[in-house]
């Protein structure tokens, strides 16, 4: 995390949801601000006319982490960079997920963020002759597919869908 300034016990941590392409600017305000935090970069490189050029990019995009004190809260809000502020409920297990994660981009593992899928989560299917339709994840621990409902009779039908091909529902 960075960050230079002792923690005071009243500190929240947030989960700041930033305007779009705006978390390397406020990750700057925060670091101006001196408050905890951190944005989890990724190396990426493209070819751009038969140069290759290298570049950092979120690796959560539209995402920092911060900790700020409860009565400075406010000051997060004052160059229009952020679109809202998720108040972390568990911090212990959030800290250690941060920690985890330092680890991981750290060890320069080539790595793909993917949304959770968890039982019952809601997906829609985005290539192949399905494309289109809405179902929900079966058993992530033994993905064998999308249940698609049929809720008129009580029923439905499993079809094997990679998880490649689907996008998570809100």
């Not at 700041?16 to 601000?33: N, Y």
């Not at 959560?60 to 009565?71: K, R, S």
């Not at 999308?146 to 008129?152: E, F, G, L, W």
Request: charged residues 25%; contains cysteine.
């Amino acid at each position: 995390m960075s960050g230079t300034s002792p923690l005071p016990a009243d500190a929240l941590w947030l989960v700041c949801h930033t305007k779009p392409r705006c978390e390397k600017k406020f990750a700057a305000l925060m670091k101006a601000e001196r408050f905890e935090h951190y944005l989890p970069l990724m190396e990426n490189t493209k070819r751009y006319d038969g140069r290759i050029k290298r570049f950092t990019k979120p690796l959560f995009p539209g995402y920092v982490f911060a900790c700020v004190p409860a009565e400075k809260k406010a000051r997060i809000y004052q160059q229009d960079l952020l679109a809202r502020a998720i108040t972390v409920s568990n911090v212990p297990q959030f800290l250690a997920q941060v920690e985890d994660v330092k680890t991981i981009v750290a060890s320069g593992l080539e790595l793909t963020v993917m949304p959770l899928m968890t039982k019952g989560r809601r997906v829609k299917i985005t290539s192949g002759p399905l494309r289109g339709l809405e179902g929900y994840v079966d058993n992530p621990q033994d993905p064998r597919g999308v249940v698609i409902s049929v809720d008129v009779l009580q029923q439905g039908l499993l079809v094997p869908v990679q998880a490649a091909d689907l996008t998570v529902l809100p």
